[in-house]
């Protein structure tokens, strides 16, 4: 007994790791596996990504929902329909939105809102008499309408505003920072920037730390390296607060691998923590190192180097941010193991070989866990 439930735990997390991306081939929409198969062949006039273990499709001018075998389990009888994000989606009939669950049942019970809102992290905006506040997928009200503004959720934190200062959110609706600032920025790390009055900082642990000769901060990456600037150039600041690396950079991008892309003269390269180059800037573009040591460099088209330097995959592609629907990523390159890029007016994905994922397609979406 003990054996067969370990098998289907196990199942379970096999059916929900999985990683689907939508492509189009012909003029039609399907999705393809991480193996470079279709698990679902392009059927469909018009398609959305996979989130919370459906995706919306179009039949015949209507839209229902599919499951990762390409049968409905939603029957296409909208006129639009949006994504689910913890068992609720938001759908259109004639000119009026309304939630739904799994079943397709139309649900009732939620606030009254000048607008509905997509459910986020199992979270969804209302908004009454220009005041925003949060629900949970029950409907029960986790934050009442204080807030004059409150961005999309990055992860489990949202900037928030009200009285025109900021601070940060959780999904349950608690002020992780105070709304007391001019700006913040994203929350990663129990850390953020801030602006006060004229004087940024770091807020660490809570703790507001001012950079009194700091004209400006940035959003940083998966290291501890916060990019600053001062007197028109570009360093780095710890999340102490100090200088770690002198700003004398024109562009920085964030670390990853203990390398930064920068640019001196026009011309992007890679600096190390001490702020020495030990990729010489000779390109027009650089992108972050990924967790496969390989980086997007452009030079006239893009291509991708390791840790050394070394053009490991030649300079041939073209590649660009994904913005698709209700998801966003602003990584370029490599993402769990594959890289989407354009060849010849072509969509598809490289290996870190540099070998194609399949085939070529009119459209390919960056994959996404189902």
Not at 152 to 159: D, K, L, P, T
Not at 290 to 319: C, H, N
Not at 325 to 352: C, E, H, T, Y
Request: proline residues 4%; charged residues 25%; aromatic residues 14%.
């Amino acid at each position: 007994m003990k054996k067969i439930v370990l098998l289907l735990v196990l199942a379970l997390q096999f059916a929900y790791s999985q990683e689907l991306a939508l492509v189009r081939k012909d003029g039609k929409f399907g999705y393809i596996t991480k193996e470079g198969s279709f698990a679902i062949a392009p059927k469909f006039s018009a398609a959305k990504n996979f989130s919370d273990g459906l995706a919306a499709a179009e039949e015949k001018g209507k839209w229902g929902f599919i499951d990762t075998k390409g049968e409905w389990v939603i029957a296409p009888t909208f006129d639009n329909a949006k994504y689910f994000d913890s068992g609720i989606c938001i759908v259109q009939i004639k000119m009026a939105w309304k939630y739904i669950n799994k079943k397709g049942e139309i649900l009732s019970g939620a606030p009254s809102s000048d607008k509905l809102f997509d459910f986020e992290n199992g979270v969804a905006f209302f908004r009454q008499s220009d005041k925003v506040g949060l629900i949970n997928n029950k409907f029960e009200v986790v934050l009442n309408p204080t807030y004059d503004v409150i961005r999309s959720f990055e992860g489990q934190y949202a900037r928030c505003a009200k009285n025109g200062k900021w601070g940060i959110i959780d999904t349950s609706g608690k002020e992780v920072v105070e709304s007391i600032y001019d700006e913040v920025g994203t929350f990663a790390r129990n850390t953020t920037w801030a602006k006060k009055g004229k004087v940024y900082g770091i807020i660490h642990d809570g703790k507001f730390i001012e950079i009194p000769d700091a004209d400006e901060l940035f959003n940083f990456g998966p290291q501890d390296f916060v990019p600053a600037k001062k007197d028109g150039k570009i360093g780095f600041v710890d999340f102490e607060g100090k200088w770690i690396i002198r700003p004398r950079f024109e562009k920085v991008k964030a670390f990853s691998k203990d390398l930064a892309p920068a640019t001196i003269n026009g011309k992007w390269g890679y600096i190390n923590t001490i702020g020495a180059f030990v990729i010489a800037p000779s390109y027009s573009d650089a992108e972050v190192f990924s967790e496969e040591g390989l980086a997007p460099v452009k030079t006239d088209s893009w291509g991708f180097i390791d840790q050394t330097g070394k053009m490991v995959i030649a300079e041939r592609y073209d590649i660009s941010v994904a913005l698709f629907g209700m998801f966003s990523n602003q990584q370029k390159g490599f993402i769990d193991g594959l890289a989407r890029v354009k060849l010849s007016g072509k969509w598809g994905f490289l290996k870190p070989d540099g070998s194609v994922l399949g085939e070529w397609f009119q459209n390919a979406e960056p994959f996404q866990k189902i």
